[in-house]
């Protein structure tokens, strides 16, 4: 996984919980990096799951619901760092439709070896859409809070519901999205 996504998360545990709760879970985790992320970098993701597993331990919060928030804050960072993505389309469906074969796309030829979800997505109507997410990685929580952020982003009101389909060695989750 891309070390843009750890010193992304670095920074919002020091923003939200301290210097000192990053210091403490980075000492606690076993890490082969030693957490020195740089964001060209590129390091297990099972470190990043390590990291929150101990996040979770020492503030209470499961770990879902921190890395929610964590795609939640991910997605804001995403709009600054690649506005162009986001202002050739004017709504969160139409945004959603372009990850797998635009944005993703592009994230693969800037860095070849980054390891990227595949989704499957499907505008229904103007108030239902579905999005597949499959990927090798346990990070369908990262995903919701994406797509979660995208709603925000553009200041769309959406329910996101997850039917987990997962099997041995993959994730498989159907997000259904509506709008009332
Ligand atoms: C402009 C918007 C976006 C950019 C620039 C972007 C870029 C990236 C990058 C750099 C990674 C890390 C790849 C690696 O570590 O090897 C990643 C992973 C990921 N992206 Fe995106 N992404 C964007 C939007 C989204 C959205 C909206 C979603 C959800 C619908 C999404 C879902 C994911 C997930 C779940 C992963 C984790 C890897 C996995 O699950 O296998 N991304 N993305």
């Keep these: 996984m891309k070390g843009i996504v750890f010193s992304e998360f670095i920074e919002l545990v020091e923003d939200k919980f301290g210097f000192e709760m990053a210091d403490e879970i980075i000492e606690k985790s076993n890490l082969p990096s030693g957490g ?26 499961s770990v879902e619901d921190l890395v929610r928030t964590f795609g939640e804050h991910l997605l804001v960072r995403f709009s600054e760092g690649y506005p162009m993505f986001f202002e050739t389309v004017d709504n969160c469906f139409d945004f959603l439709d372009t990850i797998e074969n635009k944005v993703h796309v592009e994230v693969q030829k800037l860095y070849p070896e980054a390891e990227l979800p595949t989704f499957d997505s499907q505008i229904e109507s103007e108030k239902r859409m579905t999005l597949i997410y499959s990927s090798k990685r346990p990070f369908s929580a990262l995903a919701y809070g994406l797509i979660k952020g995208a709603s925000t982003y553009y200041g769309e009101q959406i329910e996101i519901e997850m039917d987990d389909q997962s099997s041995e060695g993959l994730t498989k989750v159907v997000f259904t999205l509506t709008k009332p």
């Excluded at 992320?37 to 297990?44: A, I, K, L, Q």
């Excluded at 099972?46 to 597993?53: C, G, K, P, Q, S």
């Design 36 to 61: 020195a992320y740089t964001s060209v970098g590129t390091y297990d993701h099972h470190e990043l799951i390590e990291l929150v597993t101990h996040l979770s331990a020492e503030t209470g919060i």
